[in-house]
């Protein structure tokens, strides 16, 4: 009988590690990526994230541990590995001195495919991605969003089960990474698993069944987006403002004095105080805020978890 699509691990990895000399970039991480669908990586910059995704990718050895690809040992099935994963960087490098279909053309002799089959199958890409009429245009005619989707593009070209994204819609605009999700969605409906690393957190939760969040190397937490707000924030984040001058212990004072805030997570940042909450509209009717202060009341996301978990403060 065979094995439903989300019982079968495309990617296993246990206590996988990566050092730089005395510098350890993934500390003893396991993870699995089931068939069919989109897992993330989340975390800060330096957090271990792309070097990941060069391990599975074959482009860095592993230090420590073991990690394997489609059933196959990244450290003795490279070749076999690469041929049926796609890989679409977080650097543009298109060849600007080939036309848009030459890209695809010339990138397909690298996985040898016959010249006739390559031409069809790239239209049909092309087409797939809403670019088929620039197939003659040279790169640098392309928008930023266009070349992101022809990146993407080219990393299908040898018809992959795996597709590998490291930040694929940084720097676009809201209508080219809606387009992108939408596209990425329609893969992973026809069967492709997607794995990729993103510092936005609404391509996340758009995209995402399963993710990590790692910091320092190591995984923080793994689950699911919606399941990961609710245990690790809540429902409802109420925003509070401080006033002019004001020092943070001060104005939580004088809304602890106003309400009982047990059961409530109260987190201090800069000059704003965020309290987690399962009913921000209650809690509003029984505290104080006074004229002098603004608050915003919305709903939790995978933001307030992330930086619950990695901080707040800005990291290099």
Not at 108 to 135: C, N, T, V, W
Not at 168 to 196: C, E, F, M, N
Not at 234 to 252: F, Q, S, T
Request: contains cysteine; neutral net charge; aromatic residues 4%.
């Amino acid at each position: 009988m065979p094995m439903e699509r989300s019982q079968v691990n495309i990617l296993n990895a246990a206590d996988l590690t990566k050092r730089f000399g005395d510098f350890t970039a993934v500390d003893s991480i396991s993870f699995i990526v089931r068939k069919g669908e989109c897992f993330g990586f989340l975390g800060p910059n330096g957090a271990g994230k792309t070097t990941t995704m060069r391990m599975i990718t074959n482009h860095l050895p592993v230090t420590e541990g073991t990690l394997s690809v489609l059933g196959m040992d990244v450290s003795t099935n490279a070749r076999k590995i690469k041929s049926r994963i796609g890989i679409v960087p977080q650097e543009n490098n298109l060849d600007t001195d080939l036309k848009v279909l030459e890209n695809l053309l010339v990138y397909s002799m690298y996985h040898g495919i016959p010249r006739r089959k390559a031409r069809k199958q790239a239209i049909e890409i092309l087409r797939f991605f809403q670019l088929e009429d620039h197939a003659n245009s040279p790169i640098m005619q392309l928008s930023g969003g266009m070349q992101r989707r022809l990146l993407i593009a080219r990393g299908l070209i040898n018809n992959p089960e795996v597709l590998i994204l490291d930040e694929p819609t940084t720097g676009l605009d809201p209508q080219a990474r809606h387009l992108i999700w939408q596209k990425l969605r329609s893969l992973q409906g026809q069967g492709v698993t997607l794995v990729l690393t993103t510092h936005y957190m609404d391509e996340a939760e758009q995209l995402c069944g399963r993710l990590v969040i790692m910091d320092h190397g190591k995984i923080l937490v793994e689950g699911g987006p919606a399941d990961l707000v609710r245990q690790h924030v809540g429902k409802e984040v109420l925003e509070i403002r401080l006033a002019e001058n004001e020092e943070r212990d001060e104005c939580l004072i004088a809304i602890n004095g106003s309400a009982d805030l047990e059961g409530v997570e109260v987190e201090c940042s800069a000059d704003t105080l965020y309290l987690y909450t399962p009913d921000a509209r209650a809690l509003l009717g029984r505290i104080k805020i006074g004229p002098e202060r603004t608050v915003l009341h919305r709903r939790a996301t995978l933001e307030d978890v992330f930086l619950r978990l990695t901080g707040r403060e800005l990291k290099e």
